[in-house]
């Protein structure tokens, strides 16, 4: 079982809409969650950290996390072309390690 | 702006020669990692280093790869002899606990 898992996608949602990204994680003892965005050639970039249960808002970005379900999403509102890429969940397990899932392409139709 | 630097950019190098990446992380990150990234497997973690120590390199291929960090400005990755399948993006990241971790624009390497 890999430490962090993604739905490859791809998603496609319309111009507007709220994109919603899921992930979940194996290991319980995991302190920190990342969302990256990386771009078609580009490297990742960060966009949210989150380390505490609830959510956590930054502009049209919104980080969920549920440690008991061993969850994290990432929602994007009003959805814009520019937001096409592919978005990679990190998770920071208790031994400090920082693994990557393998990414949901989104795309966002005008 | 601060930036994690990464050098070479691109590497092309026949089979069975040593390559040597690095990567100069931003001042005052305590934490250094590097990943590789394929379209098969996507970011896989090879090594990483705390205030220069290495903690874990259990996802490097310890016979031909070796990670250094020999000071706080610099860290190296080494592949001798590269193999065909060591073709990859290769990231370096910094960052320091509880604040996030910046990637370079990484060294795309081929082998041939």
């Known amino acids: 079982q890999k430490e962090v898992e993604q739905n490859s996608g791809p998603l496609s949602v319309p111009e507007g809409a709220i994109a919603s990204l899921n992930c979940t994680y194996s290991?319980?003892?995991?302190?920190?969650f990342f969302w990256y965005r990386q771009y078609s050639g580009k490297s990742p970039e960060l966009i949210m950290f989150?380390?505490?249960?609830g959510d956590k808002e930054d502009g049209r970005f919104t980080a969920q996390l549920n440690k008991a379900s061993q969850y994290v999403s990432l929602l994007i509102r009003d959805s814009q072309p520019s937001d096409s890429a592919t978005y990679l969940c990190a998770v920071g397990t208790g031994a400090n390690n920082l693994f990557f899932g393998t990414g949901t392409r989104l795309t966002v139709i005008p | 702006d601060a930036r994690v630097t990464q050098t070479p950019r691109d590497k092309v190098t026949e089979m069975g020669q040593e390559v040597t990446m690095r990567c100069q992380p931003i001042l005052g990150h305590n934490t250094v990692f590097w990943y590789r990234q394929t379209m098969m497997q996507g970011l896989e973690l090879l090594a990483y280093f705390r205030n220069r120590a290495p903690l874990d390199d259990s996802g490097m291929p310890k016979d031909r790869f070796s990670a250094e960090m020999p000071d706080a400005t610099l860290a190296t990755l080494k592949i001798q002899p590269s193999e065909p399948r060591d073709s990859a993006v290769y990231f370096c990241?910094?960052?320091?606990?509880?604040?996030?971790?910046?990637f370079g624009s990484g060294t795309r390497l081929t082998v041939v």
């Open positions: 290991d319980r003892g995991s302190q920190s």
């Open positions: 989150i380390y505490s249960n």
């Open positions: 990241a910094s960052g320091s606990e509880g604040w996030g971790y910046t």
